[in-house]
Structure formats: C-alpha cells, structure tokens
Nanobody
Framework: QAPLVESGGGLVQPGQSLILSCAGS????????MGWYRQAPGQQLGLVAS???????NYFDSVKGRFTVSRGDARNTVFLQMNRLEPEDTAVYYC???????????????WGQGTQVTVST
C-alpha cells in the first residue's frame, strides 16, 4: 500500500467544487510539508498547493483564490478544497508529504497513488 492515500476525486461540471483528502497509511517518518501536485495528460507533474507544519501555504498561480489547502487534526492528513473548478483543472492529483531542511533542500518524501479529477460538461 502507498504511504499516502487520496480520496475525493471525481467528475464535476465547470464552476462546481470538490474536496480532496489525503491521509498517511503508516510508516511515515517526520515530515514538515504536505501538498498536492497534479499531472494532466501530456503535461509534467506540477505543484498545486502546499502547506508547512506551521501553516505557511504556497499556491500555483492559476488556483490562487479558488483552491485552499489545509492540514487535518490527525497526523499526516491534508485537504484540498477546490472551488470554481475549470476544465483546465482536469488532472490526476497526487498527495505528497515531505521533509525539507532549514535550507530548503528536500531530504525525503512520500507519495500517494493519485486520484482523478475531471471537470467537464
């Protein structure tokens, strides 16, 4: 089983909302950042949003004001609230949990298997 498990993807119409959830399944060492990435057909994997343990967030420009990333009360959980979805948001969304050094270098990370989000009429 993947160390992270995503849920909440699906098919929605433009303008609608979805919320993605991600939870650790065990065996995860200390992490300080969780986030969401996505990959559309024929495109590279790219960051959607991330959040650190102390609540600092980072968003891809095209989702600012529409998506909100948040941490859950349970250990190693993260959510992505997606509002006003657009066809361009169609992609496989992956959850990531990572540990970065204080200099910003990635030490290790964990990934989920992905969940499909399709925005279409």
């Amino acid at each position: 089983q993947a160390p992270l498990v995503e849920s909440g993807g699906g098919l929605v119409q433009p303008g609608q909302s979805l919320i993605l959830s991600c939870a650790g399944s065990g065996g995860i060492f200390t992490i300080n950042t969780m986030g969401w990435y996505r990959q559309a057909p024929g495109q590279q994997l790219g960051l959607v949003a991330s959040i650190t343990n102390d609540g600092r967030t980072n968003y891809f420009d095209s989702v600012k004001g529409r998506f909100t990333v948040s941490r859950g009360d349970a250990r190693n959980t993260v959510f992505l609230q997606m509002n006003r979805l657009e066809p361009e948001d169609t992609a496989v969304y992956y959850c990531d949990a990572a540990y970065y050094t204080r200099h910003g270098a990635l030490q290790y990370d964990y990934w989920g298997q992905g969940t499909q989000v399709t925005v279409s009429t």
